[in-house]
């Protein structure tokens, strides 16, 4: 996959979406053993220089409801993702370059991320809302 439109067609067609508008797609992730999380596919950027660079985006907990210093701790201690803000949601972001990206490659990068933003939303805030 190279460009935004072949991202999105990938994960319209092999994931479940709850949402979509023109740089964003809203995805719901089966975790299995009755777990799940949503995530965004976002673009963040395309240029001549660079191509297209893609974020996800899997939700913690509410900026206001997490001890944010806690959150960075749990987060420096994992493999992927950074804690990162959208709108009022705190959330863990894996950011990568479309140019080359496989199927599996977004499989495993969606899937490893909203583990790990479930697996911090339930040890910080004792919780399953997202």
Known sequence: ?????????YATSNH???DRQDDLVRLF???????SQFALLRKLATTE??????????????????????A???????????IALFGDLVTLRQTMHSSG??????????FLLCRAADDMEFSLLGTDMF
Request: proline share 3%; hydrophobic share 45%.
């Open 16 to 18: 479940v979406v709850l």
């Open 101 to 110: 990206l496989r199927p599996h490659e977004f499989d495993r990068n969606l």
């Open 72 to 82: 960075l701790r749990h987060a420096s201690r994992g493999m992927i993702g950074a």
């Open 49 to 70: 220089q660079s191509g297209t660079w893609l974020a996800f985006d899997s939700p913690i907990g509410m900026v206001d409801d997490l001890d944010l210093v806690a």
């Open 1 to 9: 996959m190279t460009s935004w439109e072949q991202v999105v067609a």
């Open 29 to 35: 992730v089966d975790l299995g053993d009755g777990r």
